[in-house]
C-alpha cells in the first residue's frame, strides 16, 4: 500500500458545526502533515507530527485541533469555522529510504 | 529558513513543444530539493526529487529536472509535452537535518495548445 487516504472527499459545515477530517496510510511513515490549500495558492503547512507526538504547529487558531491516535491515523478535528477557513486540506506523510513525501487527494472543506 | 521562487507563474506551449519551468531556492543548510504536479481537483503527485549523486534527475511521465548548486536552481524539463501535462507545478524544499517539512513555491500553471 503506497497511498495516503482521506476522508470524506468533500463536506460542506455550518460556522457552529463540529467535524473531523480523516487521515490514514500505511507505509509505515513516521511522520504525518497537515497542509491547507486556498485556491491557485501552494500548500501552507499547518501541523506535523513526528512519531505520534505533535512537533510543528504553524500558528493555526485553536479552532483546528489536530490528533494522531496511532502511527497509521491523522485527524483534524473542526469547530466554529469561519467561511475564509474554506479550502481543499491536504494529508501528507514521509518516511522510507526513498524519503518521500507522499500525498493524499485531500479533503475539499466549504464552510457556510 | 528555506524560501522557493518559481519564476514563473503562467507558462503556455503548444502541444509536442519542450518546455522548461524554473525554480530557485534560498537556504543557509543544505536541502532536499522536490517537484509536485497538481491536476485539477487533486492532490500532489511527486514528479522527481533530489536527495544526492547526480545532479540530473529522472521523474515521471518524462519530466526530468537538474540541480545547480551554484545557482541554487532546480529547473524541471520536458523534450516534448502533451495536453493531459496541463497542471499546476509546485516546486518544494526540505531540510536536510532538523525539523523536515516541505516549502512550497508560488506554483507555475503549465498550459498546452493543441
Known amino acids: 500500500d503506497t497511498e495516503v487516504t482521506q476522508t470524506p472527499k468533500h463536506l460542506v459545515m455550518g460556522m457552529t458545526n463540529k467535524k473531523s477530517l480523516k487521515c490514514e496510510q500505511h507505509?509505515?511513515?513516521?511522520?504525518m502533515y497537515w497542509y491547507k490549500q486556498k485556491a491557485k495558492k501552494p500548500p501552507e503547512l499547518m501541523f506535523v507530527y513526528s512519531y505520534e507526538k505533535l512537533s510543528i504547529n504553524e500558528s493555526v487558531p485553536s479552532r483546528f485541533s489536530p490528533e494522531c491516535p496511532n502511527s497509521s491515523l491523522l485527524n483534524l478535528h473542526l469547530h466554529a469555522l469561519q467561511p475564509e477557513d474554506s479550502a481543499l486540506y491536504l494529508c501528507a506523510s514521509r518516511g522510507g529510504r526513498n524519503y518521500g513525501y507522499t500525498f493524499g487527494s485531500g479533503t475539499r472543506l466549504t464552510v457556510v | 529558513a528555506q524560501s522557493v521562487t518559481q519564476l514563473d507563474s503562467q507558462v503556455p506551449v503548444f502541444e509536442e513543444a519542450p518546455v522548461e519551468l524554473r525554480c530557485n531556492y534560498s537556504s543557509s543548510v543544505s536541502v532536499y530539493l522536490f517537484w509536485y504536479v497538481q491536476y485539477p481537483n487533486q492532490g500532489l503527485q511527486l514528479l522527481l526529487k533530489y536527495l544526492s549523486g547526480s545532479t540530473l534527475v529522472k521523474g515521471i511521465n518524462g519530466f526530468e529536472a537538474e540541480f545547480n548548486k551554484s545557482q541554487t536552481s532546480f529547473h524541471l524539463r520536458k523534450p516534448s509535452v502533451h495536453i493531459s501535462d496541463t497542471a499546476e507545478y509546485f516546486c518544494a524544499v526540505s531540510k536536510i537535518q532538523g525539523a523536515q517539512k516541505l516549502v512550497f513555491g508560488q506554483g507555475t500553471r503549465l498550459t498546452i495548445n493543441p
Open positions: 507505509m509505515g511513515h513516521r511522520a
